[in-house]
């Protein structure tokens, strides 16, 4: 059976419906690095007045996942199949914050990447981890 060729992923056009729900953009991606942004607004706040963990988690999982398919051929695709962050400062309403993920390691079919999330001072206010493995499309 002959395998279809894949277009390129246009990175400029992406945006998943994510994050347009959260309100991030991808602000620059290349070869296993990516980095996106977002303004944290009321709509993200807990009940102790700070932005939501789970806002965070999806800013950091969703940058990760940039620069893990682009580093990928285009025929590739994958999953994550771990995730851990440390919250490490409160973020406020307002701050931007910029999420900048980077691949530590690539094997055969697992990769290991690395986020971090920094608020409008350039302060780190958490750190993630995941795990995604590639699998290939048909």
């Known amino acids: 059976m002959k395998r279809q060729k894949s277009k390129k ?16 953009s991808l602000v620059k991606v290349n070869r296993g690095k990516a980095v996106c942004k977002m303004k944290a607004k009321e709509a993200h706040k807990n009940f102790n007045g700070t932005v939501h963990g789970g806002i965070l988690c999806d800013l950091a999982d969703a940058t990760m996942g940039f620069a893990f398919i682009s580093a990928l051929h285009p025929s590739e695709s994958g999953v994550t199949v771990d ?24 094997g055969r079919s697992l990769y290991h990447l690395e986020c971090e999330l920094r608020n409008t001072k350039g302060e780190l206010v958490a750190k993630a981890s995941s795990i995604c493995k590639k699998n290939y499309r048909k």
């Not at 992923?9 to 991030?24: D, E, M, S, T």
């Not at 973020?91 to 690539?106: C, Y």
């Open 9 to 24: 992923l246009n990175f400029r056009q992406v945006r998943p419906p994510v994050a347009k729900l959260i309100g991030f």
């Open 83 to 106: 995730f851990k962050i440390n919250f490490l400062r409160p973020v406020l309403v307002g701050n931007l914050i910029r999420a900048f993920a980077k691949t530590i390691f690539s």
